[in-house]
């Protein structure tokens, strides 16, 4: 195929596929696009912490979630092209209650979608298996945690039903505690 230059923007309703091509059996892999979006258009939303939170469609929360009581955010209704963005705004060394995204009724992560999360004080990944919809954060009673002031995770739906996640973590050097997991 011959490379394509464009001199507007390129824009898709549903996302953009990568594709790989394996040299020796020739089989191609595809997968989403999902970086980290642009945040243009969006509305900030400050958001106290609270037992049960909702994020809406084309929101960037800004939550204050300190790991001292546990938090259930609810989000929108995987729809293609919605787009929730969850910030944290403080540190999260305030306790060891659990943070729990929900997917909506019967919406799902992508399978094989993967989060950074912290074990035995060095970098692992979870990876989400098929059905499940929910992502749990797990704080430790510490300021180690890798999910903290600034930490982002990006939730993105390019198929409905299907939620596709990016997350940039603020964790610095000694971020080396912290649990993320996919569950149903």
Not at 160 to 171: E, F, L, P
Request: hydrophobic residues 45%; aromatic residues 8%.
């Amino acid at each position: 195929m011959a490379n394509t230059t464009f001199s507007g923007p390129v824009r898709s309703l549903h996302g953009f596929e990568m594709a790989t091509k394996n040299a020796t059996t020739g089989a191609v892999t595809t997968r989403m696009s999902s970086g980290m979006p642009d945040l243009t258009g969006l509305v900030l939303a400050d958001t106290a912490t609270g037992a049960n939170i909702s994020i809406a469609d084309g929101i960037i929360a800004v939550v204050n979630y300190t790991g001292a009581a546990a938090c259930a955010v609810a989000l929108p209704a995987a729809t293609s092209g919605a787009i929730a963005v969850y910030v944290q705004s403080k540190d999260t060394a305030g306790g060891v209650n659990t943070l729990t995204f929900n997917a909506a009724g019967d919406d799902v992560w992508a399978t094989g979608s993967l989060i950074e999360s912290r074990a035995a004080a060095e970098v692992t990944y979870d990876t989400s298996a098929a059905g499940e919809t929910s992502l749990v954060f797990t704080p430790v009673d510490a300021a180690t945690n890798l999910f903290t002031t600034g930490s982002m995770i990006a939730f993105m739906c390019f198929e409905d039903g299907v939620w596709h996640i990016a997350s940039r973590m603020g964790g610095a050097a000694d971020a080396t505690t912290g649990a993320f997991a996919f569950g149903a």
